[in-house]
């Protein structure tokens, strides 16, 4: 079975400081791991994505993030926060057809 | 290109009330997947369709219904409601299995009186 879990329900950073949100997953195979960010009263959009090629992965708005498999882990960072990165965010494991969401964690930003 | 379209955007209903929620994909999208988001909860799979003609139930199906007549629909019934549903529904779709990312309507926001 898989799952993923969130560390954190809630993080504040203030503006211009680097951003850490954690996921840990289990899977008894190797995952596709993704993380999405959803704004308010918005859907969900993809940020970044790793599919067993580069273990550290890149995506828009300055977001990357690193899949280490001896952690079972997939946090995603940014060197410098900005305003309009307040949203939620969600780690997602996916294996065949179903995709798993974690239960998200909400950034603040703080002027 | 739209997307994913989702409606409608925003329902009320009574107790004991049926609707359908459709959802249109014009990507050609074999994946399509029916969620209910609540607070806390994060995002959970209510039923999914891996092609046309096909459905199977998710995480949370009880109470739902789908159909997937059309490759390019994916459709959500809710039979008799109850005020458990009140929730934000997001559809999804994906050309293939779990090596892509998703691409997601907007949400259709219900509320179950």
């Known amino acids: 079975a898989q799952s993923v879990t969130q560390l954190d329900s809630h993080v504040s950073v203030s503006e211009g400081t680097p951003v850490l949100l954690r996921c840990n997953y289990s899977s008894s195979y190797s995952p596709s791991l993704f993380w999405y960010v959803q704004h308010p009263n918005k859907g969900l959009q993809l940020l970044l994505k790793?599919?067993?090629?580069?273990?550290l992965v890149k995506g828009i708005n300055g977001f990357e993030a690193e899949f280490k498999k001896s952690e079972t882990s997939f946090h995603l960072t940014k060197p410098s926060a900005h305003m309009s990165d307040a949203a939620e965010y969600f780690c997602?494991?996916?294996?065949?057809?179903?995709?798993?969401f974690g239960k998200g964690t909400r950034l603040h930003i703080l002027p | 290109n739209a997307g994913v379209t989702q409606t409608p955007k925003f329902r009320v209903l009574k107790t004991g009330q049926s609707m359908t929620l459709l959802c249109a994909q014009d990507?050609?999208?074999?994946?399509m997947y029916w969620y209910r988001q609540d607070p806390g909860m994060g995002l959970r799979l209510i039923h999914y369709s891996v092609g046309e003609g096909t459905t199977a139930k998710g995480e949370v199906p009880d109470g739902y219904n789908v159909s997937r007549l059309k490759k390019q629909n994916f459709l959500l019934g809710l039979e008799s409601a109850a005020p458990s549903q009140t929730s934000v529904y997001f559809c999804?779709?994906?050309?293939?299995?779990?090596?892509?990312?998703?691409?997601f309507g907007s949400g259709t926001r219900l509320t179950v009186v």
């Open positions: 790793y599919t067993s090629a580069a273990t």
């Open positions: 999804a779709s994906s050309l293939h299995r779990d090596r892509v990312g998703y691409t």
């Open positions: 997602v494991v996916t294996r065949d057809d179903k995709i798993i």
């Open positions: 990507m050609n999208h074999e994946y």
